[in-house]
């Protein structure tokens, strides 16, 4: 699977951005979607996950500031991001999983860099 994020760029402590992500092929097959970040100096974390069709699950700090979703008919992930702060400042990552039993294979796209700053 490969994925392409896009959407990044400079904005103003409380501005939005939307991420999107371009899969190659079916989300609905994938097992596992969403999006992690790594700020400078920092290890990568997640943001949001959907896994197995479940509603989102956030991480506590982006909880109620962010919205992931997803358009299966075009193969997209959204990262919908309000009320950005400094600390959002990272590169954030799209990234999939495929899980049949106890294998794993995870694939990432190419981070897009998000900056908060005044």
């Known amino acids: 699977v490969q994925l392409q994020a896009s959407g990044g760029g400079l904005v103003q402590p409380g501005g939005s951005l939307r991420l999107s992500c371009v899969a190659s092929e079916n989300i609905v097959d994938l097992s596992e979607v969403g999006w992690y970040r790594q700020a400078p100096g920092k290890q990568r974390e997640v943001v949001a996950l959907i896994s197995n069709g479940a509603s989102a699950k956030y991480a506590d700090a982006v909880l109620g500031r962010f919205t992931m979703s997803r358009d299966n008919a075009k193969n997209r992930l959204y990262l919908q991001m309000n009320r950005l702060e400094p600390e959002d400042t990272a590169v954030y990552y799209c990234?999939?999983?495929?899980?049949?039993?106890?294998?794993?294979?995870?694939?990432w796209g190419k981070g897009t860099q998000v900056t908060v700053s005044s």
């Open positions: 990234m999939a999983a495929r899980v049949s039993g106890r294998a794993r294979l995870d694939y």
